[in-house]
């Protein structure tokens, strides 16, 4: 069994910045693609950003420029840098990984979400 725990949200100032970490724990061959998707209330989730094994990432418009998402894979675990933050960005932030169980086998999974409220 695979769990991702995610870290670091809370309350900020528009202009601030938060950084959120999501540590995967359980056993597993390898972990893929990992990623950000956020929720605000009454909206839809969406994507953030995601990075591949290999370090490439990938951005939602809104947040280009300003969050960097990076992983430590000898920790597994991904990490989201987010500056110059935005009340429209406030929204639970969840993180989400596909883990391999062998060469052979993905899973997908979610951590639980952390919530950034961003005041104006």
């Known amino acids: 069994q695979v769990q991702l725990v995610e870290s670091g949200g809370g309350l900020v100032q528009a202009g601030g910045s938060l950084r959120l970490s999501c540590a995967a724990s359980?056993?597993?061959?390898?972990?893929?693609?990992m990623g950000w998707y956020r929720q605000a209330p009454g909206k839809q989730r969406e994507l953030v950003a995601t990075?591949?094994?290999?370090?490439?990432?990938n951005y939602v418009d809104s947040v280009k420029g300003r969050f960097t998402i990076s992983r430590d894979n000898a920790k597994n675990t991904v990490y989201l840098q987010m500056n110059s933050l935005k009340p429209e960005d406030t929204a639970v932030y969840y993180c989400?990984?596909?883990?391999?169980?062998?060469?052979?086998?993905?899973?997908?999974?979610w951590g639980q979400g952390t919530q950034v409220t961003v005041s104006s």
């Open positions: 990075i591949t094994s290999a370090g490439s990432t």
């Open positions: 989400n990984a596909n883990v391999r169980s062998n060469i052979f086998i993905s899973h997908n999974y």
């Open positions: 359980g056993s597993f061959f390898r972990i893929d693609d």
